[in-house]
């Protein structure tokens, strides 16, 4: 499976209807294990219900999934109803675990991420914006995974390695085309990091942006809906698109780069090399310049920033209503291209978002056409700051989540 279809097939968290044919075997296995991982434990009853699978196909397939130390099943307690209680089937989680790295501007992130979503161990160390370069990068995630496998269940099978970077991805080779807020171009960063880390499990690189929508949609406020616009702002902004359920990731996976829609011609250079991108005008550095902060702050500055915003500190209000007005702006113009249910805003645009939602929404209002903005609603993150984290740990455990018994053939429990 490419890494391109991985991604896609990683949105789906809708339950399928299985097939009742046995040449279709490894996919009711995967329908059931999905259930289970997104939705928690459920007895054998719920699964029928759920998947339109016989209750001895469940009860079969179930089976096989304990055999393979992937569930395990216990008898529910009685609720006084006549019969026996159906059995509960339960992901079996410290024992299939995947690691998920965050690589952002200021900061590394390393989790372990157990099977159903449950975070075994996380760790995140901030990091100088002068140290940023490839090398020093892997160099730090190498050491930071260490650490947290050391925290593991040693016999625990590693099913695969999920990274988001701040950078436009090319997901056919797991290379970094640009990440101008890293000062990267043309990194084979996921052959790199893989050779470092040795050849445990195989390392998927994604765009940050697209792996916190990823897990907004699939654990987060957004889960259930099919059309989603997610806009992630640091110090740059990035986005993921979801249309009817599946993801829109472009020829080469460079789709949702919206904080280089040009919308200021008048405005600041970008890192990019362009002038007047959307980041520029939203992202961390533009909102701290505005109140009279270094544009280099980081996240200490941003706090000052909303702790004056909450004492009604007159630069810091204005500076906020400078960022609502440029937020409404850019979104308004991304409604009347996706016409999306929902808005997620992650990272510093979430955290933002009591002190700016009016304003945003009388801006989308004055600027988006009427018929595409009727249902719209602007949301912050669920998932805060961790959800590229999390979306990373979902990418690799879709591969186990496709073809369960097929995938632990290839997934050694040596670290």
């Not at 990683?10 to 097939?19: D, M, N």
């Not at 019969?83 to 989680?93: C, E, I, K, L």
């Not at 965050?102 to 989790?111: G, N, P």
């Not at 893989?194 to 907004?216: F, T």
């Amino acid at each position: 499976m490419s890494a391109v279809s991985t991604t896609r097939a990683a949105f789906s968290s809708t339950p399928s209807t299985g097939v009742r044919s046995e040449t279709v075997r490894s996919a009711n296995l995967a329908i059931i294990l999905r259930e289970l991982h997104f939705h928690g434990p459920a007895s054998r009853s719920e699964l029928v219900a759920r998947t339109g699978l016989t209750r001895s196909a469940i009860g079969a397939l179930v089976g096989e999934l304990v055999k393979a130390d992937l569930v395990s099943e216990q008898r529910a307690a009685s609720d006084g109803s006549p019969g026996r209680p159906s059995p509960v089937a339960a992901p079996v989680v410290e024992r299939n675990v995947t690691l998920a790295v965050d690589v952002a501007v200021d900061s590394l992130a390393v989790a372990a991420v157990g099977l159903g979503g449950v975070v075994l161990h996380a760790e995140r160390v901030d990091r100088p914006r002068e140290r940023v370069a490839v090398d020093a990068t892997i160099d730090d995630i190498v050491a930071m995974v260490r650490r947290v496998e050391a925290a593991l269940d040693p016999g625990c099978r590693i099913i695969g390695i999920g990274v988001g970077v701040v950078g436009l991805v090319n997901r056919t080779d797991n290379s970094v085309s640009i990440a101008p807020n890293l000062g990267w171009h043309d990194v084979a960063f996921g052959a790199r990091l893989q050779h470092a880390l040795g050849s445990r499990a195989d390392v998927l690189v994604s765009n940050d942006a697209d792996l916190a929508a990823l897990a907004e949609v699939r654990r987060g406020v957004a889960a259930g809906i099919r059309d989603v616009l997610y806009v992630w702002g640091e110090v740059g902004v990035g986005g993921g698109l979801v249309s009817r359920g599946e993801p829109i990731t472009g020829a080469a996976g460079f789709a949702g780069e919206i904080g280089h829609v040009p919308v200021n011609p008048d405005g600041r250079p970008c890192r990019c090399g362009s002038v007047g991108c959307w980041e520029t005008e939203v992202g961390e550095g533009a909102l701290l310049e505005r109140s009279g902060r270094s544009p280099e702050g980081g996240r200490d500055a941003v706090d000052a920033l909303l702790a004056d915003a909450d004492a009604g500190v007159p630069s810091a209000l204005d500076a906020l209503a400078v960022q609502a007005r440029w937020l409404g702006i850019g979104i308004a113009g991304l409604i009347n291209v996706m016409n999306p249910s929902m808005v997620v805003l992650g990272g510093l645009l979430g955290r933002v978002h009591p002190y700016v939602s009016d304003q945003v929404t009388a801006e989308i209002e004055r600027r988006a056409l009427e018929s595409s903005r009727r249902g719209v609603v602007v949301v912050p993150s669920a998932l805060g700051g961790d959800a590229p984290l999390m979306g990373a740990a979902e990418l690799a455990f879709e591969r186990l989540l496709a073809d369960p018994l097929g995938t632990l053939r290839k997934v050694s429990t040596s670290r």
